[in-house]
Nanobody, 113 residues
Framework: QLQLVESGGGLVQPGGSLRLSCAAS????????IGWFRQAPGKERTGVSC?????????FYADFVEGRFTISRDNAKNTVYLQMNSLKHEDTAVYYC?????WGQGTQVTVSS
């Protein structure tokens, strides 16, 4: 069964860090491009970062990341990570990982003091 499962969200203070995980099952995580998206309440889902598939390592970040996030892939664990540092209130959202047509269930990130 093809599946993506996110984890690692939570409540963090402004300036804090979180590492999100996207565990793939049913396919090698480096086969498809894997993207991180987020959706804040009342807003559209938007892309955050992605890493290319077919074993490549081309990486994209949305402008609003401003060097604060890092996407990485661990093939041995079949998992893609999103390290998020210097978090801001506006980073509050449900974060989803995606591989083509396949979406995870999302993990909530709340940045609040």
């Amino acid at each position: 069964q093809l599946q993506l499962v996110e984890s690692g969200g939570g409540l963090v203070q402004p300036g804090g860090s979180l590492r999100l995980s996207c565990a793939a099952s049913g396919f090698p995580v480096d086969y498809y491009a894997i993207g991180w998206f987020r959706q804040a309440p009342g807003k559209e889902r938007t892309g955050v970062s992605c890493i290319s598939g077919r074993g490549g390592s081309t990486i994209f970040y949305a402008d609003f990341v401003e060097g604060r996030f890092t996407i990485s892939r661990d093939n041995a664990k079949n998992t893609v990570y999103l390290q998020m540092n210097s978090l801001k209130h506006e980073d509050t959202a449900v974060y989803y990982c995606n591989a083509g047509w396949l979406w995870g269930q999302g993990t909530q990130v709340t940045v609040s003091s």
